[in-house]
């Protein structure tokens, strides 16, 4: 039967509300901080219990769709074709440990392996971003929309340093940073979270994200925001369409933004996350 997206996205947004007060309640609180694959890459209490709430209400709500969440995913992905629910319950954890207030819960929802739903929800700032295929993006209710920025002369870039300590892999982060900022741009910009840092782009306060290392759950609720806001996103050597489990990122606001930058930029090789 038909997909009632509509229905879908307002469930979405009632998810992202109820672990909004868990986050919020954590936040300002002392939490168990556990590191994942190094110093850089954190989990707490918190996010564990943000992924639970959410898994038990969809599979509740819809049990037969297919969940992949950032806590419980196992290490390699398989994205099919079937209706799926990707979450991220807690984007940012670092910055939610550390009190900067750009964290948030990302819940996507794909079919034929491509996002149709996003929610973004920071409940620090009470921010919400919401999207469905074809119906435009919001932030708060209200319409957004992306910048018309074509060149990178023009642009304020973001872009992050990762999670990962590599010295190899951090000389090439550093090297894509110079390169862009001395082409030059107007500045770069990081958030240190993905979310966040594409609803930016989607809202027109930056033009353009580019990172390697993202997994699916940081950039699927976000990339249909930003699409339904105006803009694009690609894989890091400009290619279309974006590979999710590929983890080599490009939203823009617009293509030839999006290109321009792709031609700078070094590639960096990391794991794929599995297969599509
Ligand atoms: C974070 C990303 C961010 C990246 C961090 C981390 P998490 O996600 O949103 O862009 O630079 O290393 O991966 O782990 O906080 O959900």
Not at 33 to 54: S, W
Not at 68 to 94: H, Q
Not at 176 to 193: D, F, Q
Not at 251 to 267: D, G, I, N, Y
Request: aromatic share 6%.
């Amino acid at each position: 039967k038909d997909l009632d997206l509509e229905e879908i996205l307002n469930f979405a947004i009632e998810c992202a509300k109820t672990v909004g007060p868990i986050i919020k309640d954590g936040y300002y609180r002392k939490k168990n901080i556990e590191e994942k694959l190094g110093p850089a890459d954190l989990v707490t209490e918190y996010d564990k219990k943000v992924e639970e709430t959410i898994v038990g209400m969809i599979k509740n709500k819809y049990p037969t769709h297919e969940i992949i969440g950032e806590e419980s995913a196992s290490e390699n992905i398989v994205l099919t074709k079937a209706p799926t629910w990707v979450i991220d319950p807690i984007d940012g954890t670092t910055n939610f440990i550390s009190q900067f207030p750009y964290c948030a819960t990302l819940i996507g929802f794909m079919v034929d392996r491509l996002p149709v739903v996003g929610v973004a929800y920071n409940p620090i700032l009470d921010e919400l971003f919401a999207a469905r295929k074809g119906n435009g993006a919001t932030k708060n209710g209200e319409k957004i929309t992306v910048n018309d920025t074509k060149e990178v002369r023009n642009s304020l870039i973001i872009t992050e340093f990762g999670s990962s300590r590599d010295d190899k892999r951090m000389d090439i982060v550093l090297e894509n940073m110079k390169s862009t900022i001395m082409t030059p741009s107007r500045g770069i910009r990081a958030l240190g979270a993905c979310g966040p840092n594409v609803c930016c782009v989607a809202s027109g306060q930056a033009d353009l994200l580019f990172e390697t290392g993202m997994h699916i759950w940081d950039i699927c609720a976000v990339s249909i925001i930003l699409e339904e806001a105006g803009g694009c996103v690609m894989n890091m050597d400009g290619s279309t369409p974006l590979n999710y489990l590929n983890r080599k990122y490009i939203a823009s606001c617009t293509p030839e933004l999006a290109r321009e930058v792709a031609s700078k930029l070094k590639p960096i090789e990391v794991p794929a996350d599995g297969v599509e």
